[in-house]
């Protein structure tokens, strides 16, 4: 893993235009993703985070539009690219993408190898044999035996066809793959495997990964660094080890005690009440402030800067105007947070 | 009802479908082999007790939820409710039963009429049921699932309230008729995290403090020590594991529970979980004969897996049907293998294995 971007992303704004007005699903993001990184993204339902991957992609619905920001691959400004453009020269070789339920996203009429050969007489200059070849490779990266290149997607099981989806992904060597909740339709031990072979990417092949999901277990266990989102702002984002050790956003904090370990089956689960606001207009205020036990009128009054966590650290972000209070908070195991918002109610069974 | 009758117990319990033949097989008369979606299940529930059904996709989790509720006739085996055979019910023990009996649904988004307000769709309950004081229930039971103040809510449509509102007003749609058992398939697989602790909670109250009992089905290991006081983990078709929740939990036995308590991805950073090397998925439960259902992918498969498993118990309070842990049956009748191979009904055979230092 080098330390140069090679995905940056700065002051990204995307708007949905709607019969209300301009719908911001994503307000002033700023991040980046090293070459070899495994980047994950965390949030939930209508924190933005597909509408910033379908941006990156440039492949947001006819509706929506980046409003302000840039997005640069490998120094390259990529947001204004025309469709030829990114065709010929981005998607697929340089950016793959693996859908949300991608499971469907196989074309079932035709065999997989001559889907693979389609890819890469549009997006290379492979020809077929040489293409065949390639593809075989990346059936046995993922773990499916090579001759079953020729195998329609109905004679692969679902975790299969995840499988093979990853290889195509991988195929053209691309130097960022893009993952949508890989996982999402699958069993456990299926999603399991399925992370084992990502894993193995980011080690043998070196691609950078950007992996998005809602959970916030996945990422803490696979990837290198993190950012959390919610509602359209990017709430925190750095290291894992760091935002699951050393939280200094609120939301950060929430979703860690709300997620289950199945360490500690007893363990309290806190409830984070409410739901991402649907935004209109600009973003100007933090989005997380009618579910922060934390906020306070200072919350409301204008968005909060995506900051260094603390003045010493360059890897470490966060959007917080009370990063500081909470810190020190959660050093001291004190608890100023207010009532109806804070509800971690005893979960425990204790029959 | 004598305090050691069980509300809900269920004997046996097989449930085979019919594979929908070709056309060829049609004209060739070629019968084809059922599926075996649930095989042999048998479990007790008492009043205000919890039962966890574990299982991937396809093990016949729901297939049993909806033989228990009447959706599909049993291929044979029992199930009793309160004691009466739901075989031998007449029409109206069907209508009470049903009043009695209510079911959760795993998507909150679709198991709502979207035309229906909240008031509608718990009017609708009561009007079937025919009970009276409808408007006084309906507030009481928007109260007990937390949708208050309850006048904000009773004039919503599904469209205006949230994935875990939603599911609240399902929970009040099973509760207001007053059940005494809930059948709950996954009912928070599809909401976000943030929402998914208070539904646990919720669950988990109707149990402890309004009497129902629940049988909770789930893929997911780590949130059904929240809701469930028994757990049993099925494996295409079968019962393999049983057992208080904690000690199944703790000290799993079955190779295929260890295999879904190691592949639940840890949240914490430092965490060093070995990811699963079980191989392959769970195929169909169509022709397999005899012999443990897991054995081709279980990593301590023995020549004696062709052979079914009994279910062994390892306490008054775990079973597990895996020939790992057949010494600890106290028949341990030897005699049991007979010349055909077959092990014969309620015996075991004994692996010569240990199994305890797996």
């Known amino acids: 893993m080098s330390d140069d971007p090679l995905l940056e992303v700065e002051n990204l704004t995307v708007q949905y235009k709607t019969k209300e007005g301009m719908l911001t699903a994503v307000s002033d993001a700023s991040f980046a993703v090293s070459e070899g990184e495994y980047f994950g993204v965390v949030g939930e339902s209508g924190c933005g985070k597909s509408t910033l991957l379908l941006s990156i992609l440039n492949a947001l619905d006819s509706n929506g539009q980046v409003t302000n920001g840039v997005i640069r691959y490998k120094g390259e400004e990529i947001q204004d690219l025309s469709e030829q453009e990114l065709n010929q020269r981005i998607r697929w070789k340089e950016i793959a993408y693996i859908p949300q339920g991608s499971m469907n996203s196989?074309?079932?009429?035709?065999?997989?190898?001559?889907?693979?050969?389609?890819?890469?007489?549009?997006?290379?200059?492979?020809?077929?044999?040489?293409?065949?070849?390639?593809?075989?490779?990346?059936?046995?990266?993922?773990?499916?035996?090579?001759?079953?290149?020729?195998?329609?997607?109905?004679?692969?099981?679902?975790?299969?066809?995840?499988?093979?989806?990853?290889?195509?992904?991988?195929?053209?060597?691309?130097?960022?793959?893009?993952?949508?909740?890989?996982?999402?339709?699958?069993?456990?031990?299926?999603?399991?495997?399925i992370f084992k072979h990502i894993d193995d990417i980011v080690d043998r092949v070196g691609t950078s990964i950007m992996l998005i999901t809602h959970d916030i277990a996945v990422v803490f266990e696979s990837c290198d660094r993190m950012a959390v989102m919610h509602g359209g702002q990017i709430a925190e984002v750095g290291p894992v080890t760091r935002i699951d050790n050393e939280p200094h956003h609120p939301y950060s904090?929430?979703?860690?005690?709300?997620?289950?370990?199945?360490?500690?089956?007893?363990?309290?689960?806190?409830?984070?009440e409410g739901k991402p606001p649907r935004q209109i207009g600009e973003t100007d205020y933090c989005t997380f402030v009618d579910r922060c036990p934390w906020a306070t009128e200072e919350c409301r009054e204008a968005p909060p800067p995506l900051e260094r966590a603390e003045a010493d650290r360059s890897d470490h972000?966060?959007?917080?105007?009370?990063?500081?209070?909470?810190?020190?908070?959660?050093?001291?195991?004190?608890?100023?947070?207010?009532?109806?918002?804070?509800?971690?109610?005893?979960?425990?069974?204790?029959? | 009802?004598?305090?050691?009758?069980?509300?809900?117990?269920?004997?046996?319990?097989?449930?085979?479908?019919?594979?929908?033949?070709?056309?060829?097989?049609?004209?060739?008369?070629?019968?084809?082999?059922?599926?075996?979606?649930?095989?042999?299940?048998?479990?007790?529930?008492?009043?205000?007790?919890?039962?966890?059904?574990?299982?991937?996709?396809?093990?016949?989790?729901?297939?049993?939820?909806?033989?228990?509720?009447?959706?599909?006739?049993?291929?044979?085996?029992?199930?009793?409710?309160?004691?009466?055979?739901?075989?031998?019910?007449?029409?109206?023990?069907?209508?009470?039963?049903?009043?009695?009996?209510?079911?959760?649904?795993?998507?909150?988004?679709?198991?709502?009429?979207?035309?229906?307000?909240?008031?509608?769709?718990l009017e609708e309950q009561l009007k079937i049921h025919d009970i009276d004081e409808r408007d006084r229930r309906i507030r009481d039971v928007l109260e007990q699932v937390e949708l208050s103040p309850v006048d904000n809510y009773?004039?919503?449509?599904?469209?205006?309230?949230?994935?875990?509102?939603?599911?609240?007003?399902?929970?009040?749609?099973?509760?207001?008729?007053?059940?005494?058992?809930?059948?709950?398939?996954?009912?928070v697989s599809m909401l976000d995290v943030s929402t998914q602790a208070a539904i646990l909670q919720l669950l988990s109250d109707l149990i402890d403090d309004f009497g129902v009992s629940m049988v909770y089905i789930s893929h997911d290991l780590s949130t059904v020590s929240y809701v469930c006081h028994q757990l049993q983990v099925m494996y295409l078709g079968r019962v393999v594991e049983s057992g208080a929740t904690e000690v199944v939990l703790n000290e799993p036995?079955?190779?295929?529970?260890?295999?879904?308590?190691?592949a639940i991805p840890i949240p914490d950073s430092e965490a060093e979980r070995e990811r699963t090397e079980l191989p392959g998925t769970p195929g169909d439960p169509i022709n397999i004969g005899n012999g443990c259902r897991f054995r081709d992918r279980c990593p301590d498969r023995m020549e004696l897996c062709d052979k079914t498993p009994e279910s062994y118990a390892l306490s008054t309070?775990?079973?597990?049907?895996?020939?790992?842990?057949?010494?600890?049956?106290?028949?341990?009748?030897?005699?049991?293998?007979?010349?055909?191979?077959?092990v014969a009904n309620g015996q075991s055979i004994s692996a010569g294995e240990g199994g305890d230092e797996l």
């Open chain 1, 106 to 193: 196989l074309d079932p009429l035709e065999r997989i190898s001559t889907q693979a050969v389609q890819l890469a007489g549009l997006h290379s200059d492979l020809n077929e044999e040489e293409a065949l070849t390639k593809f075989e490779e990346m059936f046995e990266i993922v773990g499916i035996d090579p001759e079953r290149i020729h195998d329609y997607p109905h004679q692969f099981s679902g975790g299969m066809k995840q499988r093979a989806i990853i290889a195509l992904a991988l195929f053209l060597e691309p130097s960022l793959i893009i993952a949508d909740e890989p996982t999402t339709a699958l069993d456990v031990i299926m999603q399991d495997q």
């Open chain 1, 253 to 272: 904090t929430l979703l860690q005690e709300a997620f289950p370990d199945i360490r500690e089956p007893n363990r309290d689960l806190s409830v984070i």
């Open chain 1, 317 to 351: 972000f966060v959007s917080c105007f009370r990063k500081d209070d909470v810190r020190e908070e959660n050093e001291q195991g004190t608890d100023d947070r207010k009532a109806p918002n804070q509800k971690s109610g005893s979960l425990a069974n204790d029959e």
């Open chain 2, 1 to 121: 009802m004598t305090s050691d009758m069980p509300l809900l117990q269920v004997k046996n319990l097989e449930k085979y479908y019919d594979q929908q033949a070709g056309i060829v097989d049609w004209i060739l008369r070629k019968d084809s082999d059922p599926v075996q979606a649930v095989d042999g299940v048998s479990f007790r529930l008492d009043e205000n007790e919890s039962l966890g059904v574990i299982g991937e996709s396809g093990c016949g989790k729901t297939t049993l939820i909806e033989t228990l509720i009447g959706l599909h006739e049993p291929t044979s085996g029992e199930i009793l409710f309160k004691g009466t055979d739901v075989s031998t019910f007449d029409k109206g023990d069907w209508k009470q039963f049903r009043r009695e009996v209510q079911m959760i649904f795993q998507d909150p988004f679709n198991a709502l009429d979207p035309k229906l307000s909240v008031r509608e769709t």
């Open chain 2, 154 to 187: 009773l004039d919503r449509l599904p469209k205006q309230l949230s994935g875990g509102q939603k599911q609240r007003v399902s929970i009040a749609r099973a509760l207001i008729v007053e059940p005494e058992l809930i059948l709950a398939d996954e009912p």
């Open chain 2, 253 to 262: 036995k079955h190779p295929y529970t260890r295999a879904l308590l190691s």
């Open chain 2, 317 to 342: 309070d775990h079973h597990v049907a895996c020939h790992l842990h057949s010494e600890h049956d106290d028949q341990g009748d030897l005699n049991a293998v007979s010349s055909s191979g077959d």
